[in-house]
């Protein structure tokens, strides 16, 4: 599999909380899933850094909820898996822990996490083919506000 594990869980959550229900309940109906860490769910400071000068300030708060779990098959095989969104929405970060885990030790249903993750892998490259497009539309040539050739230097 040649998608970096970086881009799972973007790629993942853009898919509606019901393809996952759909696709993996009965899968991971017999498994043991266990937190390796207690979840969490609340508001994190987002800190980004000035591009003129490199410093580091507070943006504002995000939600942010993270998962981290253990899962054991029935036929004795386990893996872990981990996810973090920016969301609230603590069963679908679940959903992307257990994805996580069967892609990364390669668990039975994996076929079907894998279909799961190219149709995220999908979503995400028509989103950002619309987002080009529409960057490209507001795009402005400055170029062609000199064209008359008259020099801003002059009163």
Known sequence: MNIPRSTWPGALALLPLTRFEQ???S?????????VQLPASGLAMLQVNDSAFGDAYNLGEIPLTTMWLEITTPDGQSAQGAAQLMDD???KVRWLAICDAVLSARLEGFDQVKALLDEGVAKF?????LRQAL???TRVDFA???ANG????ED
């Open 23 to 25: 696709a993996l309940t």
């Open 27 to 35: 899968m991971t109906q017999n498994w043991r899933i266990e937190p």
């Open 89 to 91: 929405d603590a069963e």
């Open 125 to 129: 490259a028509r989103e950002q083919r």
């Open 135 to 137: 960057l490209s539309k």
């Open 144 to 146: 062609l506000l000199s």
């Open 150 to 153: 008259e020099d801003d230097d």
